[in-house]
């Protein structure tokens, strides 16, 4: 085996409201859904059942009622393995994770072909159970959920020191949420796909001030798989796939806010990772001809590019409201709509980024296709980008 990992083939539901409510006559079953990308993936891979040894999965939501969740898809796939059957969770990265570990299964030799798979369910859950149940207990049960802390919060803390420190505004930060409509009309598996227009992003309600509805993520549900393969395998299919050409990680070993001051708007973590990255890959953020990140707000968008070099810093907002991150601009971002428009069904959202990656680098992407697109970077986080994994993907066969 070569030891090159490669994306060849992918699947994915629509993001949308798909979770059945309770007591409904009819059930929208998880693993009825994951199976049927399982077979539509495999199928644009050009691979056999036979091929998968290792099959990683990003844990599901708690509401899912089946438990031990991978067991139960490899006996439903009818599918032994001789690498690993697992679920993987860390929070909003869980989906990056699950991807890294079926990379590494193929890298260490356990497998030739992995999935990446999973499903994230909750719009049907009570806003009251969620809020309780995922959004606030994320933070330090002692230090932040007395406070009343959920993750919005921390990020409308970013957004308010952000334009502070950098002479930014909210109009700045909330034209990202307009870019990111743009590009998401043009997704056919994106939440919201009706065009939106700055002054209708500024006149929406409050979420976090100075965060309003458009500018922050809806519950989404959705599920993908990703089929990953040595690049022996990639290229004996004779089809497009992309190769992953460097990956980092980095976790400043805080959790969401830390009690230590320090530069709460710098994302260190993701410009360690993505330091690391570009070194893994032989490239600098120059180089990126698409980014596909991790940022549930508007300011976490600005933020992150700004960590990995894909804008300067402190000029991201104005970078965005220029339109130098829009599909045409110098470094388009979230070519898909994001997780504003695309959407963001938590523990599999870092899987979308990769099935977006899939439809730029082998040219599918129709209206939003960046034009010659080669390479691509993603981003996943943990907490308030307490952690990143960020990877670099080429364009290949």
Not at 53 to 61: G, N, T
Not at 312 to 335: D, H, M, Q, V, Y
Request: hydrophobic share 45%.
């Amino acid at each position: 085996m070569s030891g090159k990992v490669a994306i060849l083939g992918c699947a994915a539901l629509p993001v949308g409201k798909w979770q059945s409510p309770p007591g409904a006559e009819i059930q929208v079953l998880e693993h009825e859904v994951l199976v049927r990308l399982v077979v539509e993936a495999v199928a644009d891979a050009g691979v056999s059942k036979h091929d998968i040894a290792s099959l990683i999965f990003a844990v599901p939501r708690p509401y899912t009622l089946q438990k031990y969740f991978g067991t139960f898809m490899a006996n439903y796939l009818r599918l032994p393995c001789t690498g690993m059957v697992m679920e993987v969770m860390g929070n909003g990265m869980t989906a990056g994770l699950a991807f890294q570990a079926a990379a590494d299964q193929i890298r260490l030799g356990r497998a030739r072909v992995s999935l990446a798979l999973g499903v994230n369910f909750e719009t049907a859950t009570p806003a009251i159970e969620h809020m309780m149940s995922s959004m606030r207990a994320t933070g330090d049960v002692d230090f932040h959920v007395p406070f009343g802390f959920t993750p919005i919060s921390w990020y409308a803390m970013d957004a308010a020191r952000y334009i502070h420190e950098h002479g930014s505004s909210r109009a700045e930060l909330a034209s990202v949420a307009v870019k990111n409509r743009a590009h998401a009309v043009h997704n056919p598996i994106a939440q919201f796909r009706k065009p939106i227009t700055l002054d209708e992003v500024l006149a929406q309600k409050p979420i976090v001030d100075p965060l309003g509805l458009f500018e922050v993520p809806a519950r989404s549900d959705g599920a993908v798989c990703l089929v990953l393969a040595d690049e022996e395998v990639a290229k004996a299919t004779g089809r497009p796939y992309a190769l992953i050409r460097g990956s980092g990680f980095f976790h400043e070993g805080a959790h969401q806010i830390s009690e230590v001051p320090n530069d709460m708007i710098a994302f260190d973590s993701a410009a360690v990772a993505g330091r690391q990255a570009y070194e893994d890959a032989g490239v600098s953020p120059a180089d990126i001809d698409f980014a596909e990140l991790y940022a549930p707000c508007t300011i976490v968008e600005v933020l992150v590019g700004e960590a990995l070099g894909l804008t300067p810093r402190g000029r991201g907002g104005k970078a965005a409201a220029a339109g130098e991150t829009s599909l045409g601009g110098r470094i388009p971002i979230c070519t898909s709509g994001g997780l504003q428009s695309r959407g963001h069904p938590a523990y599999v959202t870092p899987f979308y980024s990769f099935v977006e990656v899939m439809d730029q680098l082998r040219g599918r992407a129709g209206a939003r296709q960046v034009k010659d697109a080669r390479l691509a970077l993603t981003s996943a986080e943990l907490g308030n980008y307490n952690a990143a994994l960020v990877h670099v993907l080429e364009a290949k066969g």
